[in-house]
């Protein structure tokens, strides 16, 4: 069936490292990608979002690579700082409609070493 | 400032007993959702709305009613709660009907039903 999953359930980063958060989705049609941010006791938070007509999207210290080919897309931030701990989720949809369906992932949790 | 608004945060409560949980945007926005997060499996849609009125069955919305009498609010309604419906509720509200743009969440409600 669908799925978006992560590799990892936690991610361990130096203060000052980069860190790269993997994320694998199964459905070939999707065609719209987000990544969000829950930090604790707060509703998730729109970081990026990728379109299946790219496969890179840079922000600010984050960027969002999708390989299509694998069904494979990454949250990159660059000069991890403490407040990027968080659980980070990735979601898809197909298509445009209101109705499409939106798949999230279950998340991976990253921390900060000092 | 752009937020949804979710009431109450937390409560505890007995199986069998009515409550509601309210959900307000001040965005304007067309589409509304409202979803569940439980422990490894990511976020759930329960319901979601694309206008006044206009109201659909999401992926879980066994025990689950709505509402969509005015655009800004959209109130999750459980009848009769049982303690399997314990769980982190979100609502998000976009500018849209299409999928494929980010959602606005709230920062949650916690539910214990006993």
């Known amino acids: 069936g669908e799925s978006v999953g992560l590799h990892l359930p936690t991610l361990s980063v130096q203060e000052g490292d980069n860190s790269i958060i993997n994320c694998a989705y199964s459905?070939?049609?999707?065609?719209?990608f987000i990544w969000y941010k829950q930090e604790s006791g707060k509703g998730p938070q729109f970081i990026i979002d990728?379109?299946?007509?790219?496969d890179k999207r840079q922000g600010q210290r984050v960027t969002v690579l999708l390989n299509k080919t694998v069904k494979h897309l990454s949250l990159q931030i660059a000069a991890t700082q403490p407040g990027d701990s968080a659980v980070y989720f990735c979601?898809?949809?197909?298509?445009?409609?209101?109705?499409?369906?939106?798949?999230f992932g279950s998340g991976t949790r990253l921390s900060i070493r000092p | 400032e752009a937020q949804v608004t979710q009431n109450p945060r937390y409560l505890i409560t007995v199986t069998g007993k009515k409550l509601t949980v309210t959900c307000s945007q001040n965005?304007?926005?067309?589409?509304m959702s409202w979803y569940r997060q439980d422990p490894g499996l990511g976020l759930r849609q329960i319901y979601y709305?694309?206008?006044?009125?206009?109201?659909d069955k999401g992926d879980v919305p066994e025990g689950y009613k709505v509402s969509r009498k005015e655009k800004r609010n959209f109130p999750l309604i459980l009848e009769s709660p049982s303690p399997n419906q314990t769980s982190l509720y979100f609502c998000?509200?976009?500018?849209?009907?299409?999928?494929?743009?980010?959602?606005?969440f709230g920062d949650g409600t916690r539910l214990s039903i006993l």
């Open positions: 998000a509200s976009r500018a849209g009907a299409g999928s494929n743009q980010p959602q606005h």
């Open positions: 459905n070939s049609a999707s065609d719209y």
């Open positions: 990728i379109r299946s007509n790219m």
């Open positions: 979601a898809d949809s197909t298509g445009y409609s209101s109705a499409s369906k939106i798949i």
């Open positions: 965005m304007n926005h067309e589409y």
């Open positions: 709305s694309m206008n006044v009125e206009v109201t």
